[in-house]
């Protein structure tokens, strides 16, 4: 019969037995293999610190009281236990101390002036009037007037703290 002949054998069952005690016995115990992890864990942290990054957009356009500046939204947060971000909230956190690159860009119907407070004190300042541009880094100020597509230029900030 067709199906006798194509039935295994004993020879065939104890090849792929013996197979596959080869393949347990090679495998890495799960310590070693814990060890690994963590050990990959602590090369991608030292890797990734200087790729940390977030972005937090001001979207509704509404600003709360004494004019700062709701983040609305998180676009980009690589780093969400360094970075606290709350919707709608006028602040961001960092946890971690170190030197940081601030980049903003205020892109508004009106002239802006733009305060960027550490602990409660403002370390960055970019104040844009109808007749001068006054900042204290390394901010610039692009207007030509109205433009048909909206907001196309603004008050921008480039920084390190």
């Not at 942290?45 to 200087?50: G, T």
């Not at 907001?151 to 480039?158: A, D, E, F």
Request: contains cysteine; proline residues 4%; neutral net charge.
């Amino acid at each position: 019969c067709a199906l006798i002949d194509l039935k295994s054998n004993i020879t065939d069952v104890n090849s792929a037995l013996a197979e596959l005690q080869t393949n347990i016995d090679t495998r890495a115990p799960l310590e070693e293999l814990k060890r690994v992890v963590h050990d990959q864990a602590i090369i991608n942290a030292s890797l990734c610190a200087d790729c940390s990054l977030g972005r937090w957009i001001w979207k509704n356009g509404k600003t709360k009281h004494g004019n700062c500046v709701p983040w609305n939204v998180q676009s980009v947060n690589t780093d969400a236990d360094n970075f606290l971000w709350e919707k709608d909230k006028v602040t961001v956190t960092t946890v971690a101390p170190g030197l940081y690159e601030v980049t903003f860009g205020f892109f508004t119907h009106r002239k802006p002036s733009v305060q960027l407070l550490v602990n409660g004190e403002p370390v960055l300042a970019a104040v844009n009037s109808s007749s001068y541009v006054v900042h204290h880094s390394s901010g610039r100020l692009t207007s030509i007037g109205r433009h048909p597509a909206g907001n196309v230029t603004g008050l921008t900030l480039i920084d390190f703290l």
